[in-house]
């Protein structure tokens, strides 16, 4: 299966700035996923990294706080953006190749913490 | 909303038995539900698919079943050791067929010695 690297794997940062997490596939994928989990909670997807194109974003995530970049079908960004301590959390990327109901495979994640 | 819900208290067991863990669903029915296992400071790894035709899945010591009158799967764990202690969540596909996962909230599963 695919490995995914996540970069930065934590940081502690002020509220009001802005972060970019990078996730970085062995291979080439067809989709690529940014996840947030927040302490002791399950994970709920923020959007769907489009190649070449914007971001699908779920309900109640928008582009202007969450920009997020897919250049290519290895590689994503996603910004958060303006934090505030309510963003502390932990996001995570994840692969699949095709579509459907293949399994995903997740990065260990970015740990975030704002002060 | 597709909702997903699996017994949020941990799960405690001793060494050698087997461990069942719920995972419930309301307002849609999908077509297949994933299990994942996550340890601590860890992304979650899949462990096992399996689809609403599918009465049950097996995989070595986990076994899998899918009950569409119930809107219910199970998951469990034979001969269970402490190496499977971790937090295990069930994810069912969203309605739109895309790939995209609805996560249950996972349920801890501790096994002692």
């Known amino acids: 299966s695919a490995v995914i690297s996540q970069k930065p794997s934590r940081d502690i940062c002020q509220r009001g700035t802005s972060l970019t997490i990078q996730c970085q596939v062995d291979?080439?994928?067809?989709?690529m996923f940014w996840y947030r989990q927040q302490p002791g909670q399950s994970l709920t997807l923020i959007a769907t990294a489009n190649q070449g194109s914007e971001a699908t974003y779920e309900s109640g995530f928008v582009i202007d706080k969450f920009p997020i970049s897919r250049p290519n079908l290895t590689f994503s960004t996603l910004t958060v953006s303006n934090m505030s301590p309510e963003d502390s959390s932990i996001y995570l990327c994840s692969v699949m190749t095709g579509t459907g109901e293949q399994p995903q495979h997740f990065g260990d994640g970015t740990r975030l913490s704002i002060l | 909303s597709q909702k997903i819900e699996q017994n949020s208290e941990a799960l405690n067991i001793q060494e050698g038995k087997t461990a069942t863990l719920t995972c419930n669903y309301t307002?849609?029915?999908?077509?297949?539900l994933q299990w994942y296992r996550q340890d601590p400071g860890r992304g979650p790894v899949f462990l096992l698919l399996?689809?609403?035709?599918?009465k049950e899945k097996r995989k070595e010591r986990l076994k899998v079943t899918f009950d569409t009158t119930l809107k219910q799967s199970l998951f469990h764990i034979t001969a269970s050791q402490p190496a499977d202690s971790a937090t295990y969540l069930c994810?069912?596909?969203?309605?739109?067929?895309?790939?995209?996962?609805?996560f249950g909230q996972g349920t801890t599963l501790q096994v002692k010695p």
């Open positions: 994810a069912q596909g969203d309605s739109s067929n895309t790939g995209k996962l609805i």
């Open positions: 399996i689809r609403e035709n599918e």
């Open positions: 291979s080439q994928v067809t989709m």
């Open positions: 307002n849609y029915s999908p077509a297949y």
